[in-house]
């Protein structure tokens, strides 16, 4: 239960990992958009702000140096602007400069409003990633220590089961030859290179006939031999308490006997409940319990001590 959950824990490390990639690669997306738009607002607002105060100077400077010329033309030569450009040939126009001025601005305006909050949002998006990303260092951590874990637990379950499977191998061999009065048995691991996963076959020779699979047994014999090994765990990890339904249901009466037999190696051990029609298996119990109908629709629990052979 533990190596499962552990493993199943494992998988929602995984699932958690994976998500929090996406998001982490989502919000990668998001800073790299948000950068570039920054980039291309801060570009552009620079190259305007510089355009602007260098058309503001420029403008500055024609208003001085117009109202030097003015001046000059009062002064000097005694001529308004207006009766000088009427007499002499003037290259621009002041509303053409004044109008160029004005169409610089208008473009200006036209780039719009710079997003002001750009670098709060990439501050918040690139907060949330640096926490994204310490909490899939964490699950990756985490990851590889269960990993380690398991791997521990694998190698000790395999030891386990290699250990109890030579165990239950032996007794196997020596229930068999003492239920079928000779013969022998063995089990084989289907996938050696894969304990964990492996299966076991069970390959069989009862006395007279040659090794084969348990498949091809008759079915006293598959009943006998799976009870041989039935036996041969009983005897590796002993319990109080073991229950039996029909277990011995297909066996002749020779072979329910010496099923009988074999069960008093377990008194004082094990403590056996067995479901049986069979009189041969009742002969080695020692309580008898039954239920009879001694009148119409009502049951009753009658109990047989073959020991005292008195009705309780």
């Known amino acids: 239960d533990l190596y499962y959950a552990k493993t199943k824990e494992k998988d929602n490390i995984i699932l958690d990992i994976n998500k929090l990639s996406k998001d982490k690669e989502l919000l990668q997306n998001n800073i790299i958009e948000l950068e570039g738009k920054l ?19 420029r403008v500055n400077y024609l208003d001085i140096k117009l109202d030097n010329l003015l001046n000059i033309l009062n002064e000097d030569y005694s001529l308004t602007y207006e009766k000088a450009k009427e007499t002499y040939f003037l290259e621009i126009e002041e509303e053409e400069a004044r109008s160029k001025v ?19 949002e990439y501050e918040a998006v690139r907060e ?17 220590i269960l990993n380690d874990i398991i ?20 007794e196997f061999k020596k229930v068999f030859k003492d239920l079928f009065k ?12 894969n304990i964990l996963e492996t299966g076991i076959e069970i390959i069989a020779s009862p006395p007279g006939k040659k090794l084969t699979t348990i498949s091809l047994l008759s079915g006293g014999e598959k009943t006998l031999t799976a009870i041989s090994l039935l036996f041969a765990i009983l005897n590796v990890r002993q319990v109080p308490f073991c229950l039996f339904d029909e277990i011995e249901a297909t066996l002749d ?8 037999q074999y069960l008093n190696n377990y008194r004082g051990k094990t403590q056996f409940l067995i479901i049986t029609h069979k009189k041969k298996t009742m002969e080695y119990a020692d309580t008898l319990y039954g239920i009879t109908m001694q009148e119409s629709g009502i049951s009753k629990l009658v109990s047989v001590s073959l020991q005292e052979r008195e009705i309780k």
Do not use: H, W
């Open 182 to 193: 000779g013969g022998q048995a063995t089990l084989k691991l289907t996938n050696p290179n």
């Open 102 to 120: 004005n169409m610089y601005r208008n473009n200006l305006k036209k780039i719009g409003m710079v997003n002001i909050r750009a670098i709060e």
């Open 128 to 144: 949330r990633y640096e926490f994204l990303t310490k909490q899939k260092t964490d699950l990756e951590k985490a990851r590889e």
């Open 151 to 170: 791997k521990e637990m694998d190698k000790v379950m395999i030891n386990e089961f290699i250990n109890t499977f030579n165990d239950i191998q032996i």
């Open 253 to 260: 009466e020779a072979n329910v006997d010496c099923f009988g």
């Open 39 to 57: 980039k291309i607002n801060n570009t552009n607002l620079i190259y305007q702000e510089k355009n602007l105060k260098s058309l503001e100077i």
